[in-house]
């Protein structure tokens, strides 16, 4: 299909449907990790989510609904060509582009925190009033990264530059230079070390206006997450995590994605198995 040519199908994430058309959420995985800064493999995340998806419920005891209620289609992976970076995030782009010019909701599946960038651009051409809320352990607000301006370590200040000030929200920020904090302060709304006891303030500042959601998994305590590229001590619990989404799901949501999960590093997948569950839910909810 015209718009989706950058896209390949290696494994379905359970209970998707097999017709676009019919279908309000679509789900495309994003296995890109050049920029990643310490220990690479985020870009097997989206293909093993999926696999390990068939050993979770369709049924969400959290919300009494099930994944046969909702029509959702897996469009499959974006095909990213290894060391060009600005091509496959205009392959992303212009992908989510696409979809949303079609009604679609977009749910992403990374790959490091890169690609939130296209997605959430092809979001706010849409919703020009956007907001972002950022589950994470880092800020994720330098203006470079070894000399990169486009980089995971760099992505939520590129999303400052469009969004505008005061309209990023970040929830569980442990981790950050000292310039990043000074430029928080000035620019976004972050809250230290805060996940849970942060959402009802949250929530009434954003009130109806459309608003994307991503979630770094590394916002997670490792001890909950341990297959993650930049594990950071401190951490909430994967409880908490999902108090934080149910509680969101009375938002205006209009896009979310899940990042840097990253397989060689879990243990009995416990992380991607996390990761299958967060998406269901959030399929479920948004």
């Known amino acids: 299909m015209p718009g989706l040519q950058h896209l390949e199908q290696k494994a379905r994430f359970m209970a998707s449907t097999d017709r676009l058309e019919d279908s309000d959420r679509v789900l495309i995985g994003l296995p890109f990790d050049s920029t ?3 220990r690479p493999g985020t870009r097997h995340a989206p293909y093993r989510i999926r696999e390990v998806s068939e050993g979770i419920e369709e049924y969400s005891v959290y919300q009494d609904r099930s994944l046969e209620e909702v029509a959702f289609f897996d469009a499959g992976d974006i095909i990213a060509p290894f060391g060009n970076v600005r091509e496959c995030l205009g ?3 212009a992908t989510a582009a696409f979809l949303t010019g079609m ?4 749910f992403g599946i990374g790959g490091e925190h890169l690609v939130s960038l296209p997605l959430i651009k092809a979001c706010h051409d849409v919703y020009s009033d956007l907001c972002v809320i950022q589950f994470d ?19 939520m200040r590129q999303v400052v530059n469009f969004l505008g000030e005061g309209r990023l929200f970040q929830l569980g920020i442990r981790s950050g230079t000292r ?7 000035e620019n976004t709304r972050l809250y230290r070390d805060e996940a849970l006891a942060a959402i009802p303030g949250v929530m009434e500042t954003i009130g109806q206006r459309p608003v994307y ?27 908490e995590l999902l108090h ?12 979310f994605d899940l990042v840097e999960i990253s397989p060689p590093y879990d243990s009995g997948d ?9 998406l269901r839910e959030a399929l479920l909810l948004y």
């Open 91 to 93: 392959r992303i782009e």
């Open 244 to 255: 934080c989404l149910h509680r969101l799901g009375e938002l205006n949501v209009v896009g």
């Open 270 to 278: 416990i992380t991607s198995i996390l990761g299958a569950k967060l």
């Open 179 to 185: 310039d990043e904090f000074v430029f928080a302060k």
């Open 103 to 106: 009604g679609k909701k977009v």
């Open 213 to 239: 959601i991503t979630v770094d998994i590394d916002v997670l305590d490792p001890a909950y997450a341990p297959g993650t590229g930049t594990p950071e001590g401190g951490g909430i619990s994967t409880r």
């Open 137 to 155: 352990a880092h800020a994720d607000l330098r203006q470079e990264y070894l000399g990169e301006e486009l980089s995971h370590a760099t992505v």
């Open 36 to 38: 990643t800064s310490f």
